[in-house]
């Protein structure tokens, strides 16, 4: 079965800075990924998703991710974060059991 | 229209109460799930329907029990609940329940059991 880690539950970055998420996959075969922003209390909007073709992949909210094979990773950048990037996200895999796991999540505080 | 609607957005019960969650899609979706989510952990797959039929049932006790009536709705009706149910309730829809689609949220119910 397909599974995801998030190695980072929490990140701080200062408003323009830049910004990465990790996010690293274990599957077989090639996978379908995303990551959803969950804000407070609300539920997940997709901000980008990976299916196949051009390994960078251009989300909402000048987000992009760029898939790695070989590192099977799936990081989440941004080059200059707003305060209303404040919120958790989830990178998720869809594997051979059509099913969409979740990591655990990285939570992100942007500070003034 | 793009959204997944869920009513109520609040819902506090009793554990002898009898309730139901309701999600609605007018996206032409054809599979619909409920996921749970606890504080500060991701969501968690219950059920999955695919064109109305339940496919998918992860284990999920006999009180929580789907609904699909037809292709724009889900419900969930939950019956003698503990108080380790208190959590996010998300539903979510996708055109169909395949790997090479995304799954499109609402933005849960709340539920408090006490």
């Known amino acids: 079965a397909q599974s995801v880690t998030q190695p980072d539950i929490h990140i701080t970055v200062s408003e323009g800075a830049s910004l990465e998420l990790r996010c690293n996959y274990s599957?077989?075969?090639?996978?379908?990924l995303f990551w959803y922003v969950q804000s407070p209390g609300q539920g997940l909007q997709l901000l980008l998703k990976?299916?196949?073709?051009?390994?960078l992949v251009q989300g909402i909210k000048g987000f992009e991710a760029e898939f790695k094979r070989s590192q099977s990773s799936f990081n989440l950048r941004k080059p200059s974060v707003h305060w209303s990037d404040a919120a958790e996200y989830f990178c998720a895999v869809v594997g051979g059991n059509e099913k969409l796991t979740f990591g655990t999540g990285t939570r992100l505080t942007i500070i003034p | 229209d793009t959204e997944v609607t869920q009513t109520p957005k609040h819902l506090v019960m009793g554990m002898t109460n009898k309730k139901s969650l309701k999600c609605e899609q007018h996206?032409?979706?054809?599979?619909m799930y409920w996921y749970k989510q606890k504080a500060k952990k991701p969501p968690e797959l219950m059920f999955v329907?695919?064109?109305?039929?339940?496919?998918i049932n992860e284990s999920v006790p006999s009180r929580f029990s789907p609904e699909c009536p037809n292709s724009s709705l889900l419900n969930l009706h939950l019956h003698a609940l503990q108080p380790e149910d208190s959590a996010l309730y998300l539903c979510?829809?996708?055109?169909?329940?395949?790997?090479?689609?995304?799954?499109?949220f609402g933005q849960g119910t709340r539920l408090t059991v006490v």
């Open positions: 599957y077989g075969a090639t996978p379908y």
């Open positions: 996206m032409g979706h054809r599979a």
């Open positions: 329907y695919s064109y109305e039929k339940l496919s």
């Open positions: 990976y299916f196949s073709g051009d390994t």
């Open positions: 979510a829809s996708s055109p169909r329940a395949a790997m090479n689609t995304e799954a499109f």
